[in-house]
DNA sequence: CGGATTTTGTGCACGCATTCACAAGCGGCT
DNA sequence: AGCCGCTTGTGAATGCGTGCACAAAATCCG
């Protein structure tokens, strides 16, 4: 069976491969003679683990706000903090990219930032089409978030023919038949779907015929996707299912130190 | 510092304890004598790795929908598959809980569904408040999988005066001011946060106050909370981003391809 | 009743990720 | 110029999760 998922909430095993020239050929110029600061040492390890991009995406998010506060360096101390992270494991992520710090100084913001968008491929801007045009997909074809991060809507799609036409957040609805022909012609690098569940794999399906490699899967489902895609899934109830382990866990623990301290006074020993 | 966060898309590192009686006291009768089926043998290894947690509750979901259908009995191949995992991974996830199959046979539908809710603490209902009611917090008050699935929606917050005491979903929206007071009364077991950045610390410190040991973050900040609280986060940006990172390696990837082939032609070699 | 068949449960090994600890490197100060 | 303090970058070790492969168990059938 060709067909794999990466699920949203495991971020382990899988190692990707860095997007850097391939080839064992005539070493790549890489724009910048390879003085201070090298993309990579273009021969060395090439991949970046999944769970290490996860993070340069919030470190993106953590840098912006420090240049927007007039920041010109940041210690790996720093960042990492503010990241939520430890400062280890930040510089080792930030070396798969590359070597952008300073001994005894830091690193520079905006060259860090420049950098993990240029690994992120956010240089260019990706283009996203919203597929379910409910609730959620109202939010998300509504949120200021993806085009400000580089991530423009461009097209919406639903079933329901009393949506089609209309405009939601100034784009008009299209049907879902017509998603291959639409994402093929806009060239839409990056699909969301927000439908119902039984809804998700036929407009996966027409995703993948239009030409689109990535998913973002909103529906309670396990898609089907050939091999060359990746899908990442985003499951709500499942968060909350996940948080409700450790409520119940929590309140294990509270019980059996309720009954320990219990037994414990009733002996007369002290806690 | 005693702050800490998990990242939603990162279950990997720490493990978890089961909600099982932790003293070395008298063996804890199990309600249900240790013949077939038993709980976990109650000496040995009592964590359940958060990786695990998650994809339990995954099979949940799929078993569910084998229930719909009538299955009474599943193999581990069958339900891992249509879980999207590998069939011994599933067998050790559900190992974790217990020995709930029967060799040669399988897996019977209903005992495995509730074993896993009562791990899951989903036997009792978990009441759910959402904070910022904007366009995803509408789609979350509205959101038919929370309370379908044992998480009612019992309190809706907003700063907006406008908005205030208007009926969302059928519930009224309170002020962000009165958090502590109604999750401490309604016994609120989970938060979502759904505000814009700079207020869900605020909103989230408030939570904390109500008595709420769980948050579900959509805010894209990294929130500080005391140690005995649960963080989970979803950031739909960081998803994009990671997606970005991998619509950008496939085109590098590609792009090498061609330049590989390229040159392989030009050489008259066959690829 | 015994063997064949099926499927669970798990010991073991491998690989990835995280963390530690330290050498290398840079800037500033005397 | 040379030393000192600070911070990066990374080798090495540890721990966790995954997947393999097989023994144990249960059912079915002759």
Request: aromatic fraction near 4%.
């Amino acid at each position: 069976m060709a067909r794999v998922q990466r699920d949203g909430g495991d971020d382990s095993a899988p190692t990707t491969e860095l997007p850097a020239v391939r080839g064992q050929g005539p070493p790549a110029v890489n724009g910048r003679a390879n003085g201070r600061g090298a993309p990579i040492p273009a021969d060395k390890a090439r991949v970046i683990p999944e769970a290490a991009v996860a993070r340069l995406a919030v470190y993106l998010r953590v840098l912006s706000g420090m240049a927007e506060q007039g920041a010109v360096t940041v210690s790996s101390e720093e960042l990492a903090t503010a990241a939520g992270v430890n400062s280890a494991k930040l510089r080792k992520d930030i070396s798969y990219i590359g070597t952008y710090g300073t001994r005894g100084v830091g690193y520079e913001v905006d060259v860090l930032t420049s950098e993990i968008e240029r690994v992120l491929g956010l240089t260019r801007q990706q283009k996203v089409a919203v597929v379910g045009i409910g609730n959620l997909g109202h939010a998300l074809a509504n949120y200021g978030g993806f085009p400000g991060r580089g991530f423009p809507v461009e097209a919406l799609f639903d079933v329901d023919p009393d949506l089609i036409g209309i405009p939601v957040g100034g784009l008009p609805v299209n049907h879902i038949d017509d998603i291959p022909d639409i994402c093929a012609t806009r060239a839409i690098a990056i699909g969301v779907i927000a439908t119902p569940p039984t809804a998700a794999q036929a407009v996966c399906d027409r995703l993948v015929e239009g030409g689109v490699h990535c998913v973002l899967n909103f529906a309670p489902v396990v898609l089907g996707v050939p091999e060359h895609v990746e899908v990442r899934k985003v499951d709500l109830a499942i968060e909350l299912q996940i948080l409700s382990f450790h409520v119940a866990r929590n309140a294990e623990q509270r019980a059996s130190r309720r009954t320990a301290a219990a037994r414990a006074s009733s002996n007369g020993e002290v806690v």
